[in-house]
């Protein structure tokens, strides 16, 4: 990890000051998952505390999904028989 450094990172109606060890790249990657879960029509009207939690919640849910997924794709290939790999490159 790089050293830490301070990243200013919009969230929801406020701007926020963090030190992170995180590179530019990371940061802007994590900025876009943010921006893209954070609800955008809505915005002016809710809190900023409650704007906070639904995009939590909606991390929290990517995150759930995305594990499901790949746990499903790790029982899968647990399935798959041993002998077909070998099968494959023979």
């Known amino acids: 990890?790089?050293?830490?450094?301070?990243?200013?990172?919009?969230?929801?109606?406020?701007?926020?000051?963090?030190?992170?060890?995180?590179?530019?790249?990371?940061?802007?990657?994590l900025e876009a998952l943010i921006h893209t879960a954070s609800p955008k029509a809505e915005e002016q009207f809710i809190e900023q505390e409650h704007l906070l939690m639904l995009t939590c919640l909606k991390l929290a849910y990517d995150l759930d999904t995305a594990s499901q997924s790949l746990s499903e794709l790790l029982s899968r290939l647990e399935e798959e028989p041993r002998g077909q790999d070998k099968e494959k490159h023979s």
């Open 1 to 29: 990890m790089n050293r830490p450094q301070d990243v200013r990172i919009r969230l929801g109606k406020r701007t926020y000051s963090v030190k992170t060890p995180l590179d530019e790249r990371t940061m802007a990657r």
